[in-house]
């Protein structure tokens, strides 16, 4: 069993940064794949970005590609999203997810529960 607390967000304006934070507590952080997914007001929660147990491998949606950049510190069980050049669409919640068997669009095993992004124009 892992608990995940997310914290970094908040409210920036477009060109800005941010970056997020994924702390995990329980057994075998080092273990996980880690990620993060957003919700936007109205619509579904899609993938951001995923980072495999070891941090060797990372895979991001196109919509992210060169703008955010996932990371990892198995010393400190926390994962972390850098967000670069924001924009007002990047607005919504992000969560981090955790998952010892998949990494990509489909983990889904332990979530955190959120925290909020909001990019103004």
């Known amino acids: 069993q892992v608990q995940l607390v997310e914290s970094g967000g908040g409210l920036v304006q477009a060109g800005g940064s941010l970056r997020l934070s994924c702390a995990a507590s329980?057994?075998?952080?080092?273990?996980?794949?880690m990620g993060w997914f957003r919700q936007a007001p109205g619509k579904e929660r899609e993938f951001v970005a995923a980072?495999?147990?070891?941090?060797?491998?990372?895979y991001y949606a196109d919509s992210v590609k060169g703008q955010f950049t996932i990371s990892r510190d198995n010393a400190k069980n926390t994962e972390y999203l850098q967000m670069n050049s924001l924009k007002p669409e990047d607005t919504a919640v992000y969560y981090c997810?955790?998952?010892?068997?998949?990494?990509?669009?489909?983990?889904?095993?332990?979530w955190g529960q959120g925290t909020q992004v909001t990019v103004s124009s």
């Open positions: 329980g057994r075998g952080f080092s273990s996980y794949n």
């Open positions: 997810v955790a998952d010892p068997w998949t990494v990509g669009p489909t983990m889904s095993t332990y």
């Open positions: 980072i495999s147990w070891s941090g060797d491998n990372t």
